[in-house]
């Protein structure tokens, strides 16, 4: 392998030689992603460990940090950022709450429902481990400029776009 090409390249080349009747331009490109991926999610579990949080938890407490002062959001606000079933979701909180990351308080609004509400430990564990993970997530784009950052990202958002409709 050349200084220049990566494994990806050296798998498309084979695949070329055994089968030239094939354009491998989309393995060339999604098979990149996938490895990136895979390192990605080891900088992820990484950061996320070393702040004491698991990612299900570092998914339900950067929600309510993002949501901004008072950190709070309703149960269904939260399954609909987090995309799992509601079952699910009590289960995440209440293991949350025994954590005391987050605390359940009436909705001043609505005395039938709940508002989750980021406690202070869990601020100050959200908040470490997002410094460590964009930290993390540098490292790992150390490479490109920041013009190939952004030509990437939008890059990617176009053909994320597709998906998310």
């Not at 080349?13 to 990149?32: G, M």
């Not at 460590?132 to 990437?152: N, Q």
């Amino acid at each position: 392998m050349s200084p220049g090409n990566d494994e990806v390249d050296r798998i498309v080349e084979a695949w070329i030689r055994q089968r030239p009747d094939l354009d491998f331009s989309p393995l060339e490109v999604l098979s990149r992603v996938d490895r990136l991926s895979r390192h990605l999610d080891r900088a992820r579990k990484e950061a996320f460990r070393r702040s004491d949080l698991e990612p299900w938890e570092w998914d339900v407490l950067s929600a309510l940090r993002r949501a901004g002062e008072p950190f709070q959001l309703s149960p269904k606000q939260l399954l609909q950022q987090t995309l799992v079933s509601s079952g699910t979701m009590t289960n995440r909180i209440d293991r949350l709450v025994g954590r005391r990351l987050v605390r359940r308080e009436a909705d001043p609004g609505d005395g039938r429902s709940v508002l989750v509400t980021l406690t202070a430990d869990g601020r100050t564990r959200v908040d470490a481990a997002i410094t460590r993970l964009v930290d993390a997530e540098a490292l790992l784009l150390d490479t490109l400029s920041r013009a190939d950052r952004e030509r990437l990202a939008g890059l990617l958002r176009k053909l994320s776009l597709g998906f998310d409709a």
